[in-house]
């Protein structure tokens, strides 16, 4: 129970650091740097849910070669 708690306080975080950068870029006028910025944001949560997902399963992650994915190394050094 304490791990799904920790997860939506992550997906809570990045939420409200894409809702920053997103507004912060949009008033200086790149607006589309912030797009960028949302869609990263989604992207990384996407990724996080997958984890959490293919770890419940007993699956390993693993591209066609063997090599694990660079998200992967983002996501141990975040603790995700």
Same mark, same amino acid.
Not at 19 to 41: D, F, P, R, S, W
């Given at each position: 129970?304490?791990?799904?708690?920790?997860?939506?306080?992550?997906? /809570?975080?990045? %939420? =409200?650091?894409?809702?920053?950068?997103?507004?912060?870029?949009? &008033? +200086? #006028?790149?607006?589309?740097?912030?797009?960028?910025? /949302?869609?990263? %944001? =989604?992207?990384?949560?996407?990724?996080?849910?997958?984890?959490? &997902? +293919? #770890?419940?399963?007993?699956?390993?992650?693993?591209?066609?070669?063997?090599?694990?994915?660079?998200?992967?190394?983002?996501?141990?050094?975040?603790? +995700?």
């Amino acid at each position: 129970m304490g791990g799904n708690i920790d997860l939506i306080f992550k997906i /809570a975080g990045v %939420g =409200i650091l894409v809702a920053v950068l997103h507004t912060i870029l949009k &008033h +200086a #006028g790149k607006e589309e740097q912030g797009h960028l910025v /949302a869609l990263a %944001g =989604i992207a990384i949560v996407d990724e996080v849910g997958e984890r959490v &997902h +293919a #770890g419940r399963a007993g699956l390993a992650r693993q591209t066609d070669n063997g090599h694990r994915l660079r998200a992967d190394k983002i996501f141990d050094r975040i603790g +995700a």
